[in-house]
């Protein structure tokens, strides 16, 4: 069952959105050329998405009741990671949101794995200011919290 938590539009500012428990607010700041070619940081209680885009980009967060296939025909490139929610309250915002104003997410309390999927990279105009990129966040219920991995790597540009 695919539950979806959030669908839209968020301010990619300096080209982050993040996901984090409400209940800690620390984010990851290990900003290695390394990392950021993962596009995807994570941290113990947070994970933070690297967009091609700093503007408003489209975002789909799902839940899912266990790990999902993986689809990498749909997808440029393709990162998983885990963090905790303790909580059970995650915090969608980007880096300069008002957090009051942001969309609050309920899942399980508990581990969380999450695949961040990355699509239209290829679509930039070329001031990075117009494109069709997309962003999927696929969240379930994970007891290992484990390392970012990158499934399938797209190039920084």
């Not at 700093?54 to 789909?60: A, C, Q």
């Amino acid at each position: 069952m695919i539950i979806n938590l959030y669908q839209g539009e968020l301010f990619a500012d300096y080209f982050q959105i993040y996901l984090r428990d409400s209940g800690h607010p620390q984010l990851p700041e290990d900003y290695s050329d390394e990392v950021l070619a993962r596009r995807l940081m994570a941290g113990p209680y947070s994970i933070i998405l690297h967009t091609a885009r700093n503007m408003k980009v489209p975002l789909r967060v799902e839940w899912h009741n266990h790990k999902p296939a993986l689809n990498f025909a749909a997808f440029q490139h393709v990162a998983e990671a885990s963090f905790a929610c303790p909580s059970g309250e995650l915090v969608l915002a980007g880096m300069t949101d008002a957090e009051e104003a942001a969309p609050h997410l309920a899942v399980r309390a508990g581990g969380i794995g999450v695949r961040a999927n990355f699509s239209g990279l290829d679509t930039l105009s070329e001031d990075g200011l117009e494109g069709s990129d997309h962003y999927l966040l696929q969240l379930w219920p994970q007891a290992d919290m484990t390392e970012i991995e990158v499934l399938k790597a797209y190039p920084l540009s």
